[in-house]
């Protein structure tokens, strides 16, 4: 029995950290060291407690090609509390910067307060394929790692300049939002494929200036943008640069500075689980 519950305990775990990925039954039995049989059983239990927590869902395929899938819940409780803390923070006086801006780096690359996040944001795209998540370097990173670990994909990181490191690239110029400056982007022609389904996510929106450029360079390599996610935007200007896009924080500039989650991310949060 104490071996059932060390494999329980590894299994579970495994799962988790491989959420909407196919994982052979073959590797799974091998990475354990049961029979298939076993492990199905093993499996059934796990499957068992994962969907009566409300944690997500267990999918099992059988024959030759056979595998299970873990499809990860969004953790609403987690989530709502998670919103209201960094709400709390960002009203801290001093994150107001001399030049007007929110600081922000230090809760960014905190994994315990962005991944909860990441899973929030990458809630409304659960349904929809969704090839890679894109950002743009550097404070973006930290919150699409979070948002693609979510939906089981990889990150498209766009530069601010060419590497040479990374071959060939193709980059534009526009106009920054918030500064109001000429600014340039960069992708390598080999990181991204044709025709690709990609969700980008970045840390912060004004007008919506970089979403936009963004989205116009991907467009370029043939992907489809199915959404826009951000961390902060601004109230301000009400009409952005990108037709739609998900905020998960509203900042009013304007004194005094006040920081609130968005409307559709309180509703998510507050929203029961379809069964």
Same mark, same amino acid.
């Not at 039995?29 to 049961?34: A, E, N, R, W």
């Given at each position: 029995m104490r071996e059932r519950y060390k494999r329980l305990i590894v299994l579970t775990s495994y799962l988790l950290d491989h959420p909407r990925i196919q994982l052979s039954l073959t590797e799974l039995?091998?990475?354990?060291?049961?029979a298939k049989s076993t492990l199905s059983e093993d499996l059934m239990f796990v499957k068992g407690i994962l969907e009566s927590s409300g944690r997500g869902r267990v999918m099992t395929q059988v024959g030759v090609q056979g595998g299970v899938i873990y499809l990860p819940s969004l953790d609403r409780k987690r989530a709502k509390n998670s919103l209201h803390k960094w709400a709390e923070r960002l009203m801290e006086p001093e994150r107001l910067t001399a030049d007007g801006f929110l600081y922000m780096?230090? +809760? $960014?690359?905190? %994994? @315990?307060m !962005?991944? %909860? +996040?990441?899973?929030?944001?990458?809630? %409304?795209?659960?349904? +929809?394929?969704?090839?890679? !998540? *894109?950002?743009v370097e550097t404070k973006g990173i930290p919150l699409a790692m979070a948002c693609a670990r979510a939906l089981g994909t990889e990150v498209v990181l766009i530069r601010r300049d060419?590497?040479?490191?990374?071959?060939? @690239? $193709?980059?534009i110029n526009y106009l920054s939002g918030s500064s109001r400056r000429i600014q340039s982007m960069s992708l390598s022609r080999r990181a991204l494929k044709p025709g690709?389904?990609?969700?980008?996510?970045?840390?912060?929106?004004? *007008?919506?200036?970089? *979403?936009? @450029?963004?989205?116009?360079?991907?467009?370029?390599?043939? *992907?489809?943008? !199915?959404? !826009?996610?951000?961390l902060v935007a601004t109230r301000e200007p009400a009409n952005k640069l990108v037709d739609k896009f998900w905020s998960l924080l509203e900042w009013q500039e304007n004194a005094p500075s006040r920081v609130v989650p968005s409307e559709w991310a309180n509703a998510l949060c507050e929203m029961r689980e379809e069964h």
């Open positions: 039995s091998g990475i354990l060291h049961v780096t230090d +809760l $960014l690359f905190d %994994p @315990a !962005v991944d %909860p +996040l990441g899973e929030l944001l990458a809630a %409304p795209f659960n349904k +929809l394929h969704v090839d890679s !998540v *894109a950002t060419s590497r040479l490191s990374e071959g060939s @690239a $193709l980059s690709s389904s990609v969700l980008f996510v970045d840390d912060f929106m004004k *007008a919506g200036g970089t *979403a936009r @450029a963004a989205s116009d360079l991907l467009g370029e390599f043939g *992907a489809t943008v !199915v959404g !826009v996610g951000v």
